[in-house]
């Protein structure tokens, strides 16, 4: 590790090592093994779109398109830019390949790193993974139900700890204009009271003023009409059969009246997981209905709804001592190294019938190699001394019970993959 290297990654942008990557991996696995119950296909979008696949979906007035975006102009001419979020490119790609009038539903998730030029703090980093999921073709509450149930499951079989859920409806289009007329005359008056952002925003995009986190802003909303007094009886009726199946399927929610997102696409139903781990300022998930993005974008009007999972945020909360680090099942030790060909062969033999297997090339001493197979939680030494070599045969210590035998190498690969379960290879 050198103090003072010539290049360095990128602020914000760190390195994802062995540890941390094999929890990610792990995370990964176990996610499609949710979606899989829930039957969800992959779809990996390209990292690199069109700048306005961004504009056009997440909202000009937004954080994210107003000071977050890696654009950049190609050499086409073209502004492109790195993806923020995965909702925007998902519905894009369906539009493009799979939306076949829209009266299908598709379900699809993704895993991948997206980009923000956030100033990095912890949970926050200009590289972040999400895990992802979107249901389109429908705007019945069953699917909503059934996405917030995936999220569930999907954060118990991560290890998530006690998460809580919560959920809001943010009304339709019809809901949120006449709402928005309420907001603005509401919060005119007490323009003075607000930060210079929202104070902007009662014009441009007066929900976004519900969700600022300055203090002075949150107080001044506080009196504010609440969107869920606004509704129109098809989204009352929605929102409460929702909430009702979530009951009866034993899925723990809160309500959260003035719960809002900071993008501009969501309608309807939408939701956020917080976790005591991480505070109150971040979700480390969330999600909700998008009705009217996909015709936005020039696709079929057809209902949407999704969630994104933070896995950056998700790995400073989660249990992970059910992470295995990925190590060699055993170590071969040459006992001098007159023999060193010999453990070598013996290792590679080892490799062909599925032990996973490693070899000390630095020069250790015996006694050394063996420490460091204790260290890293080897259970197999496979010593090779004179007098084995001799006989054709291997000392196999097992460290979990630091018993020893001496094995043909045969014998010894079949009493090895006995004790690990190992299938042929
Ligand atoms: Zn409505
Ligand atoms: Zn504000």
């Known amino acids: 590790m050198g103090k003072d290297p010539k290049f360095?990654?990128?602020?914000?942008?760190?390195?994802?090592?062995?540890?941390?990557?094999?929890?990610?991996?792990?995370?990964?696995?176990?996610?499609r093994e949710i979606f899989r119950l829930f039957g969800f296909s992959e779809i990996r979008t390209p990292l690199l779109e069109d700048t306005r696949v961004f504009t056009r979906s997440i909202g000009q007035d937004t954080d994210i398109v107003e000071k977050e975006m890696y654009s950049f102009t190609d050499r086409g001419g073209k502004s492109?830019?790195?993806?923020?979020?995965?909702?925007?490119?998902?519905?894009?790609?369906?539009?493009?390949?799979?939306?076949?009038?829209?009266?299908?539903?598709?379900?699809?998730?993704y895993?991948?790193?997206?980009?923000?030029?956030?100033?990095?703090?912890?949970?926050?980093?200009?590289?972040?993974?999400?895990?992802?999921?979107?249901?389109?073709?429908?705007?019945?509450?069953?699917?909503d139900a059934e996405l917030i149930m995936c999220l569930d499951a999907l954060l118990k079989n991560l290890g998530a700890g006690d998460f809580k859920i919560f959920i809001n409806s943010i009304g339709c289009s019809g809901d949120r204009k006449a709402y928005t007329a309420k907001l603005k005359d509401y919060l005119s008056p007490l323009k003075e009271e607000l930060c210079e952002n929202c104070r902007r925003r009662v014009q441009s995009n007066v929900l976004r003023v519900l969700d600022c986190k300055?203090?002075?802003?949150?107080?001044?909303?506080?009196?504010?009409?609440?969107?869920?007094?606004?509704?129109?009886?098809?989204?009352?009726?929605?929102?409460?059969?929702?909430?009702?199946?979530?009951?009866?399927?034993?899925?723990?929610?809160?309500?959260?009246?003035?719960?809002?997102?900071?993008?501009?696409?969501?309608?309807?139903?939408?939701f956020e997981v917080m976790h005591p781990g991480l505070g109150a300022q971040d979700a480390v998930a969330a999600g909700g209905r998008y009705d009217d993005l996909t015709a936005?974008?020039?696709?079929?009007?057809?209902?949407?709804?999704?969630?994104?999972?933070?896995?950056?945020?998700?790995?400073?909360?989660?249990?992970?001592?059910?992470?295995?680090?990925?190590?060699?099942?055993?170590?071969?030790?040459?006992?001098d190294e007159a023999l060193r060909a010999d453990a070598f062969r013996l290792m590679v033999k080892f490799r062909r019938r599925g032990i996973a297997c490693e070899m000390d090339h630095t020069g250790r001493s015996l006694k050394a190699q063996m420490r460091k197979a204790n260290k890293e939680g080897r259970r197999f030494v496979a010593l090779l001394g004179e007098d084995e070599a001799r006989k054709g045969k291997v000392l196999i210590k097992d460290m979990s019970e630091s018993a020893q035998r001496e094995l043909a190498a045969d014998e010894a690969i079949e009493f090895i993959k006995e004790a690990l379960s190992v299938k042929d290879g």
């Open 8 to 31: 360095r990654s990128l602020k914000g942008m760190p390195d994802i090592l062995p540890e941390d990557s094999a929890c990610m991996r792990w995370m990964e696995e176990r996610s």
């Open 80 to 109: 492109v830019s790195l993806r923020p979020e995965g909702t925007a490119s998902v519905i894009r790609a369906y539009i493009e390949n799979l939306a076949s009038g829209g009266t299908e539903l598709v379900k699809l998730f």
């Open 111 to 143: 895993s991948g790193p997206m980009f923000r030029g956030e100033r990095p703090q912890k949970g926050r980093l200009r590289q972040f993974h999400q895990i992802g999921v979107e249901i389109i073709g429908g705007k019945n509450p069953f699917i």
């Open 214 to 270: 300055r203090p002075r802003c949150r107080n001044t909303v506080k009196g504010a009409p609440a969107i869920t007094d606004n509704l129109c009886k098809d989204c009352l009726d929605g929102y409460s059969t929702l909430k009702n199946i979530l009951y009866a399927s034993g899925i723990p929610f809160d309500e959260k009246p003035d719960l809002v997102r900071g993008l501009d696409y969501y309608t309807g139903t939408i």
């Open 296 to 335: 936005d974008m020039g696709g079929p009007d057809t209902g949407a709804t999704g969630f994104a999972l933070g896995v950056e945020r998700l790995m400073l909360i989660m249990d992970r001592s059910a992470v295995d680090l990925p190590s060699a099942d055993a170590v071969v030790i040459p006992v």
